[in-house]
């Protein structure tokens, strides 16, 4: 036989080897990575990848393989991570076992147990897939400790959702490990509609993520590999002739090579991949068109019931197709696989109709004695189908169904109900059949397909279910489809709290008069919630809902509804400020919770309990209490879901509150876009606070870049994005780019949440913004841009001074934050009008001082200022030492800048009386020198052409430099940038330097 391509060295590749190992020197180096691998069909990504591997272990690398497989051929989730951690010694293995969300994973196993009842719907937040992710990734973390692990990853384009969902959220979060996925997928494939598209669109954002493109060979290297492959064995215009047909592609240069050997060069692409089966004896030819039918992948012992051949037989015949390099042999030794997929592909579709149907029977036939089996159900339900089999296919589907939920993987537990609810119509006698009827397949369709991330297709589902009960008879049932109708409703990313009302209001009516059921308790603890989101208990409706929702459930034995419903309780308590009761009502609900594993509930508990501490002020005591819940979410593996990221975020923003800038900094480290959904980027947007505040302008500028799309479908990312975009701009000197964002934000965060309370700090940042532009009106003498920015100025305080009395805060009074800005903006006020009062900066000063050190020091530049301008010197010296000292501390350069800058234009020593004089450090300067050094030739009188001339530029360089600085500064004319340069020291720098 001619050679294969494996047998040869590697051709014309030494580029993309490269890449590939320098991301595998930055993983054993200890920065994690993952290489997306792209080609056409043939063109040498399995080889590579083969190449890799070899030199990985060669090095001491940990390898790692999985294959994906066609989704028509096996329905088992997650079956490349399945290989793959096969593969694992049996000491690990044995260790994976104690892991009670790994154990799924392992090869071989069998179902629990197959006649059971399915399992039954959660009716809180599903948390099984996020728990083996996490399991998964820890078992990864765990390894990469002992040593580096290459995890290859083949045929990506086949993928599952789940095992798609899976790579996602390993690719996003192994980042200090010393870990490298490697993983190929066929381009040609990927087609606009193709389920991995929108992975590969998410992944190829990330920075550890690289992007790898096997292209054909060119014509000298093809002629090359064919050289190589032919060994002397051809003449050399075949040799061409063969280079030219092949068109680059390596698999079919091979083809082509073992086909010209026996019978000459085949014209068709379909001659030329069948060409090497042409030659195998006949009892071979079908054997191979057998296996064709399992799939690219085939077991013995059923290629051995199939066959219809004797052990001798079916051996000489496997022999002579692997001696042929049709199949390979597994690694397991007990199954084969076609060399490549368009082998098989080629030979399946060459078969007959009629034998491909009776192939597909006898496939089935088999199957069904093998039930129990992990991923049996799916293969029998596809092969029923292939061949028109539809009540097997029916029944098959939804024991898949239930299969794939025991094994967390809720996306291809939709794709099996869908299937079965596709056949419905199609087959006598469903219900018999399917051991259901279609409502319940649709109700757990519904669940699967919320859990998935499909909240539009879960409510389709409902709401198709809902149309199917008849209210009459199924009361309960009817009932409890609109409660989970109404739950999608306020879980999703826009909640819908109108449509919510009209269904759990029609599900309250449906089972109001009726005993008390775990149905029932349900439908109160949800309708208590939605309740309570519309009115915030001010006409009383939502605590006797609530209450009646605790009774309900004791009476049912329904703790998940019961402790839901208590926390409900305790925010209608926190709303008429009766904060101990709250919090003694949230402890017992989270221990309650935790008892009976409603993780959701549990979970939401912790974090209500958190945030009524911090809107207290009590800032160290939430920081505390959020501390001990992100451990239990870890412990628990839901550090992923929304309450888990909430709680991180919540933390982020209490760390930046008590000035441990770094730990807020760590807490947030979540790479933004990473995760389908939006609460990761809460946490990002949070982190803003700590690069804004320390001058790192570029990073918050490329954060901000990439959150603000998010902004309009969530109101922490608006008002989060929106103060940090504020005053970034204030600190760079650009007051009317800060009003515009302050508008733009509020505008964003009105849309979202009428009278919310995040409005208070973007008001607030947007008057000082307003004061900043009239204090610079009235040094201009411009009287017309005052009387714009004092009338913008009064219209911003007066929507601050409504939100005040309109807002209902969660612990029923405004909290020290908000009365800190309330505080912050009236003081602003009077600048904005020309009379700074100190009295109005000390009152902020107090009240920053509750919660937030780095504001308070902000206050007291501010309180300094207005000092001096009372001619209060001594107060100003010593607002400013304190101001400097915090500033310093925690390093944020641009408010330690204004600070000293404050102090030498007042001529003040920051140093403390009898303290050795420290040379102050550089100020946060927006000017490149080029910059500074036009802007002081300005100062000094000197014309565009002149300035030229004295730098050695031309005229229209010197323009450009002036157009940037007045741009850096928010000038609108040369003598305003000059001025605006003195008052921040900029030129005084210069000169000094």
């Known amino acids: 036989m001619p050679r ?116 039954r719907v959660r009716v809180d937040e599903d948390m099984g897939q996020l728990q083996l992710f996490e399991a998964v990734r820890r078992l990864l973390a765990d390894l990469a400790d002992e040593e580096c692990v290459l995890l290859a990853l083949e045929d990506l384009h086949w993928a599952d959702a789940s095992t798609r969902y899976l790579l996602s959220f390993l690719v996003s979060r192994l980042r200090t490990h010393r870990v490298l996925v490697v993983a190929t997928y066929r381009s040609d494939d990927v087609h606009r509609t193709h389920p991995l598209r929108p992975l590969l669109a998410e992944l190829v954002r990330l920075p550890a993520v690289e992007r790898l493109e096997l292209r054909p060979f060119g014509p000298a290297e093809t002629l090359e590999f064919v050289r190589a492959l032919a060994d002397d064995a051809l003449p050399a215009e075949v040799e061409r002739e063969i280079a030219r047909r092949c068109e680059g592609i390596p698999f079919f240069a091979e083809e082509l090579i073992a086909a010209c050997a026996e019978c000459g060069l085949p014209t068709a692409l379909a001659d030329v991949l069948l060409a090497r089966t042409e030659r195998l004896s006949p009892l071979t030819q079908r054997v191979v068109r057998l296996a064709s039918v399992a799939g690219r992948m085939v077991c013995h012992h059923r290629l051995r019931a199939l066959a219809g051949l004797g052990d001798a037989e079916l051996d000489e015949a496997l022999r002579e197709a692997v001696t042929h390099h049709v199949l390979v042999l597994g690694d397991s030794g007990e199954d084969y696989r076609f060399r490549h997929s368009l082998l098989r592909e080629a030979v399946y579709a060459d078969l007959l109709p009629g034998e491909r149907a009776r192939w597909h029977a006898a496939y089935a036939g088999l199957l069904a004695g093998e039930e129990g089996v992990r991923g049996v159900a799916a293969e029998l339900a596809h092969h029923s189908m292939e061949s028109h ?102 879980g999703s990313p826009e909640p819908r709290l109108a449509d919510a009302v009209e269904m759990i209001e029609r599900a309250w009516e449906l089972v109001g008069d009726r005993p008390a059921s775990p149905s029932r308790a349900w439908v109160l603890a949800v309708r208590a919630r939605v309740l309570c989101s519309r009115y915030h208990d001010d006409d009383g409706a939502a605590r006797p809902v609530a209450e009646a929702a605790v009774l309900d459930a004791r009476a049912s034995g329904t703790t998940g509804a019961e402790m839901d419903a208590l926390i409900t309780l305790a925010v209608l308590d926190q709303c008429r400020g009766d904060i101990d009761a709250a919090c003694d009502r949230l402890v017992v609900a989270r221990t309650r919770a935790a008892e009976t594993g409603a993780w959701s509930v549990e979970l939401r508990a912790w974090f209500n309990l958190a945030a009524n501490r911090y809107e207290q002020g009590r800032v160290a005591e939430a920081a505390g209490i959020l501390e001990q819940a992100v451990r239990r979410v870890e412990s628990i593996g839901m550090a992923w879901s929304n309450y888990g990221l909430e709680l991180r975020r919540l933390l982020v923003v209490a760390r930046y509150a008590l000035g441990d800038w770094d730990a807020s900094a760590a807490a947030a480290e979540l790479e933004p876009g990473s995760v389908p959904g939006t609460v990761d980027a809460r946490v990002a947007a949070s982190a803003l606070d700590v690069r804004v505040a320390r001058g790192e302008f570029e990073a918050a500028a490329e954060s901000l870049r990439v959150l603000r799309p998010m902004a309009p479908g969530d109101l922490h990312v608006a008002s989060s994005t929106g103060a940090c975009g504020v005053e970034m701009a204030l600190w760079c000197d650009r007051p009317k780019e800060a009003a515009r964002r302050a508008v733009e934000a509020l505008r964003q965060v009105d849309a979202l949440e009428e009278n919310a309370a995040a409005g208070l700090r973007l008001a607030a940042l947007g008057v000082t913004a307003y004061a900043e532009l009239a204090r610079r009106a009235r040094q201009r003498r411009d009287c017309a841009g005052e009387r714009a920015a004092v009338a913008a100025g009064e219209e911003m305080m007066a929507r601050l001074r409504g939100l005040t009395t309109d807002l209902r805060p969660r612990i029923g009074r405004l909290g020290p934050e908000g009365q800190a800005w309330v505080a912050r903006a009236e003081a602003d006020f009077g600048r904005l009008h020309g009379a700074d009062r100190p009295e109005a900066w000390q009152r902020a000063v107090e009240l920053f001082g509750e919660y937030n050190g780095y504001l308070q020091a902000v206050a007291r530049w501010r309180w300094a200022d207005a000092s001096l301008a009372a001619g209060d010197r001594e107060r100003a010296v010593e607002q400013l030492r304190l101001a400097v000292d915090v500033a310093d501390e925690l390093g944020a350069a641009p408010l330690a800048d204004a600070v000293r800058a404050l102090a030498r234009r007042a001529r003040i020593s920051l140093a403390a009386p009898g303290a050795e004089v420290v040379e102050p450090r550089q100020i946060l300067d927006p ?50 940038a000059v001025a605006l340069a003195y008052d921040r020291d900029l030129l005084a720098s210069a000169s000094a330097s």
């Not at 051709?11 to 993952?34: D, I, N, P, S």
């Not at 056409?40 to 590579?48: W, Y």
């Not at 272990?57 to 497989?69: E, F, K, N, P």
């Not at 500074?932 to 450009?960: C, F, M, P």
């Open 4 to 119: 294969l391509g494996s047998g040869i060295p590697l051709v014309a590749r030494e580029k993309e080897m490269r890449a590939l190992r320098q991301a595998l020197e930055r993983a054993r180096a200890g920065t994690a990575g993952a290489v997306l691998v792209a080609g056409e069909a043939g063109v040498g990504k399995s080889r590579l990848l083969a190449e890799l591997s070899e030199l990985a272990r060669a090095d001491g690398v940990r390898v790692l393989t999985g294959r994906c497989l066609d989704v028509g051929q096996t329905g088992l989730p997650y079956l490349p991570f399945v290989e793959a951690i096969g593969q694992l010694p049996a000491e690990a293995l044995a260790e994976v076992r104690t892991r009670p969300a790994l154990a799924r994973l392992l090869p071989g196993s069998v179902d629990e147990d197959p006649a059971a009842e399915p399992p």
């Open 389 to 490: 089999d539809l009540p097997t296919a029916l029944a098959a589907s939804v024991r898949a169904a239930d299969e794939a939920a025991r094994g967390c993987a809720p996306a291809e537990a939709l794709r099996h109900l869908e299937r079965a609810l596709k056949l419905w119509g199609a087959v006598p006698d469903p219900a018999e059949v399917a051991g259901a009827d279609e409502v319940t397949l649709l109700r757990r369709a519904a669940y699967f397909a919320g859990v998935s991330g499909e909240p539009e297709r879960a409510l389709a589902l409902v709401r198709s279910a809902i149309a199917m009960t008849d209210e009459r008879s199924e009361p309960e049932l009817a009932a409890d489809l609109r409660r989970r109708y109404a739950q999608e409703l306020l």
């Open 927 to 976: 000017l490149t020198p080029r910059e500074r050094s036009v802007l002081g030739l300005v100062a000094l009188g000197r014309t565009n052409r002149q300035i030229g001339d004295e730098l050695y530029i031309s005229e229209k360089t010197v323009s450009v430099h002036l157009s940037r600085v007045m741009a850096k500064l928010g000038a609108t004319s040369r003598t305003e």
